[in-house]
Each structure stands twice: as C-alpha cells, then as structure tokens.
C-alpha cells in the first residue's frame, strides 16, 4: 500500500528543532513524516518551532510549519515555555489557515484523501475546531482524522466524549489501551517505530574500543528522565549491590532536568558510590569515550549534555546491560532503540509490546536488584545465551523501522476511515485572502486569538453531532 493521493497534517507542539526538542514526541513525529514522504503521501509537520527559522520550509521530503512564532519569540527556553498561550494560538488559528489553504484545494480532485494525525493533549482543541470546519464545509467525510496518545499527561484535560466523536482515538501500545478504558474510550493501537539511524548498529571495533577505555568493567547504561516511574532508585541500589560483591560496576546515567535527579544523587553517595559529573567535550563515540576513561576512579558516571545517536547507539551495545525498566511505561522507545543497537535489555513489563521475555530481551518485576543481578548472573555462566539474546534485539527492533510501521498500520488505518471515491463531491479552492499580519516578519503566522462565531466559550469550536 502506498500514500498516493494521500495529503497528510501531523500536528504536534513537539518537532525537529532544538528548540522544539524536549522528549519522545520530537523524534516521533519526525521518524513518522519520513515514513509518510517515502511512501508517497504530500506530508505537512504543524510544530511550535524555532523562531529564527523559517515559518514555513520543505527539508527531505517533508513539509515544515513552524507555528506560533510570534510568540515563541518571546520566550526563548523552548517549546514548553509559556505552554498554555502558544496552545491556545495553536488550537485557534491553525485549523482555518489548515483547511483554507491546503486542505480544500487538495480535495479540488475526487481522487484525493487528506489525514490529520494529532499528538497528545495539547492538539485535542485543534483536531475539535478542524472537525468543525471540515463539517461546516461538506468535507469531513474526505478527511481521515486520528489522535494519538504517547502518555497520560494531561489525560484530565481531555473531554473525552467530544474527541471521540470527532476523531479516531490511538495510542502506542496494549498497556495504554487498558489504561484508557478507564475513560470510557477504546483507542486503536498503532506501535511506536525508529528511524534508519536508529538501525545503524556500532561495528564490533567501536564497541571493542569503548569496553577496553572502561577497563572492561560491568557497564550498566540508563538513559531516561528522572522521574521516580523510571526505578532510578532501584538502578542505584543494583549497581551499589555490585560494587558490593566486588564487581566494579560503571554506572553510565544520563537524565533530565527534573527535580528527582537530586534524589538519584544522593542516595549514590549514601550508598557509597562514587560520582564524576561530565559533559560531553564531542560528539559522537569520541566524546563518550574521554568521559568513560575519565571515570576510571567513578562508580556512577553522570553524564549532562545530550547523547547524539552516534553515542547512545555506542554505548547501549558496549553495556553489559541497559536499564530500561519503568513502574509506568506507555511504549519503552529507549528500550527499543536499545534493542537495535544489539544491547542486553531490561525493561518493566508494561507498554514494551515488542518484547518477549528472555528471547530479546529481559523483564524485571519487582523492586530487588537480586532479580536484575541474577538474570545477569545466568547469562554470565551461559555468553552464548546473551548472544543470542542481542541478536534477536537487533533483527526484532528492526521490524519497527517507521517505514514498516506506516506500511502495515497507518496506511490501512487511513485507508479503512477514507475509502477512495473518485467520484466524490468536488471542491473549488476558496480564494487566498490579503495576510492581516503585514507589520510582522513573513516568518510567523498571523495570529487568531478567538474563532469567529465560535459557538463555544472560550474560543474553541464544538464537534457537531453526527450519525
């Protein structure tokens, strides 16, 4: 199945920009855009992007409209900073410049489909008013029209009655659909996927390299934000564990931002464990090697500036394991990235769908860092069940590339909500309106601080009723 005909929105206030850069989301949506160019489909990234960058711009295939410059100019600390008000310009004026501009032009031909694929809570209100207007304008029936959750965050925000009957509920894993049943909806599961350079193992040299600058010491790599969901705590008493069985493990930790990482630390040091605080003085295997053999005297190495991928690729197959294990874990991307790289996995055992338990990769269940120390213990005595162990990690994870992600699930998915009607009603492009924004620099879009006539308080269109 191909995208031709296909005209595809992906909205999300997270994109490829450093400035709009601030987790998952980001490397989501721009494996997700290059899986839908390559297929064939005329492929549009809506984001909250860089100010300095241009409002509009074409980069490999892909479509970019950063939104909301106006006001990320004036708030410089990323996509996040002032949240509510780049949210509601977002919800507000997006969807009539959307459906004016690009949306009922491509439906001009019968033989065209449109998709709006949304991400996360803070695009509910946009994919609400856009249900609206397509409604208003005869064309709701041409246009595909799917919401994705990733996590749980602003779950209370969400009138879920309304989302439902205007669009198609998703999400990334079985995990996640058990927990949204909760809310009264029942989401269509499509998985998570990686981008080709995630599939770009390390060649045995690189990896050989890294262990011997480690002294050959156990590594144990986690990469994750300090979030108490993550087991951190359970990370720092396995390694403090080891080091007391006289293992010399290397801790390899690289966080966030949030507060709980001064908890992470100081149960460390309470536990004796040695810490170096590093930044990265390059990029890729170079840098993480000089910090790796600067911490010849550490037991937990703390790593402060972000791993590209040439190094977190590095360092997930040069680990002795990776801990990827979470109490709440709506899909594990680093645990899956990990795997593509031919790392020891070990996760948690709720949203990870791709694994299965001691065939590619481990699960631990409990909060003891004997379970973690034996599974390790077992394939220390058997190396040739650990080999075959990362094999099958790599050709697993390979299976999740976002080209076949979009091949056997999105395009169906779309196709099934869309049938093609060649003979479908047709549409005259409107006529293009004079911008109202002439004093602002033809980088940002003209901001709308309320819809017109808008039947609903506050600013955003209701879904009309339909059977």
């Known amino acids: 199945m191909t995208g031709e005909g296909w005209q595809v929105h992906v909205l999300s206030f997270e994109g490829p920009d450093a400035y709009a850069r601030a987790g998952g989301i980001a490397?989501?949506?721009?494996?997700?855009?290059?899986?839908?160019?390559?297929?064939?489909?005329?492929?549009?990234?809506?984001?909250?992007?860089?100010?300095?960058?241009?409002?509009?711009?074409?980069?490999?295939?892909?479509?970019?409209?950063?939104?909301?410059?106006?006001?990320?100019?004036?708030?410089?600390?990323?996509?996040?900073?002032?949240?509510?008000?780049?949210?509601?310009?977002?919800?507000?004026?997006?969807?009539?410049?959307?459906?004016?501009?690009?949306?009922?032009?491509?439906?001009?031909?019968?033989?065209?489909?449109?998709?709006?694929?949304?991400?996360?809570?803070?695009?509910?209100?946009?994919?609400?008013?856009?249900?609206?207007?397509?409604?208003?304008?005869?064309?709701?029936?041409?246009?595909?029209?799917?919401?994705?959750?990733?996590?749980t965050f602003g779950f209370d925000r969400i009138d879920w009655p309304r989302l439902a009957q205007a669009a198609t509920i998703t999400t990334v894993s079985r995990y996640m659909r058990h927990r949204m049943w909760n809310l009264g909806v029942d989401p269509l599961v499509i998985a998570n996927g990686i981008s080709p350079d995630v599939l770009r193992r390390p060649t045995a040299g690189e990896v050989r390299k890294l262990k011997r600058l480690a002294r050959h010491r156990p590594m144990i790599a986690k990469v994750a934000r300090w979030d108490p969901d993550k087991r951190w705590l359970l990370a720092v008493e396995t390694v403090a564990e080891l080091k007391r069985r006289g293992r010399e493990p290397l801790f390899v930790a690289r966080g966030g931002m949030e507060e709980h990482g001064a908890e992470v630390t100081a149960l460390a040091r309470a536990m004796g464990l040695r810490i170096l605080v590093r930044e990265l003085e390059a990029p890729g295997a170079a840098g993480l090697g000089d910090a790796v053999q600067a911490a010849r005297d550490a037991d937990l190495l703390l790593l402060t500036s972000p791993l590209d991928r040439e190094a977190s690729q590095l360092l997930f197959a040069a680990s002795t394991a990776v801990l990827a294990n979470s109490g709440h874990e709506p899909f594990g991307l680093v645990g899956l990235e990990a795997m593509a790289a031919g790392g020891l996995v070990c996760v948690g055992g709720t949203g990870e769908d791709y694994v299965l338990p001691g065939w590619n990769a481990l699960v631990l269940q409990t909060m003891n860092p004997q379970e973690f120390i034996g599974e390790l213990d077992r394939l220390r005595a058997h190396p040739?069940?650990?080999?075959?162990?990362?094999?099958?990690?790599?050709?697993?994870?390979?299976?999740?590339?976002?080209?076949?992600?979009?091949?056997?699930?999105?395009?169906?998915?779309?196709?099934?909500?869309?049938?093609?009607?060649?003979?479908?009603?047709?549409?005259?492009?409107?006529?293009?309106?004079?911008?109202?924004?002439?004093?602002?620099?033809?980088?940002?879009?003209?901001?709308?601080?309320?819809?017109?006539?808008?039947?609903?308080?506050?600013?955003?269109?209701?879904?009309?009723?339909?059977?």
């Open 27 to 151: 490397s989501r949506v721009a494996g997700l855009t290059a899986a839908l160019s390559q297929s064939g489909c005329d492929t549009h990234l809506w984001f909250v992007g860089d100010p300095a960058l241009p409002g509009e711009e074409r980069v490999d295939g892909v479509t970019l409209h950063r939104w909301g410059q106006w006001i990320s100019r004036y708030h410089p600390g990323g996509v996040y900073e002032a949240e509510e008000d780049k949210r509601r310009d977002f919800v507000s004026s997006l969807p009539p410049h959307l459906v004016e501009r690009l949306i009922l032009p491509h439906l001009a031909d019968p033989a065209h489909r449109v998709a709006i694929l949304a991400e996360e809570w803070q695009t509910v209100h946009a994919v609400l008013h856009l249900d609206w207007l397509l409604a208003r304008a005869g064309a709701r029936d041409r246009v595909a029209m799917l919401w994705n959750a990733n996590n």
């Open 384 to 467: 040739e069940l650990e080999r075959a162990l990362r094999r099958r990690a790599a050709s697993t994870a390979a299976r999740f590339a976002w080209t076949e992600i979009v091949r056997r699930s999105v395009l169906p998915a779309l196709a099934a909500r869309v049938p093609l009607r060649p003979d479908g009603p047709r549409f005259e492009p409107p006529a293009r309106r004079a911008p109202s924004d002439a004093g602002r620099p033809r980088t940002a879009y003209p901001p709308v601080t309320r819809i017109v006539n808008d039947p609903v308080p506050g600013g955003v269109a209701a879904a009309p009723a339909r059977s």
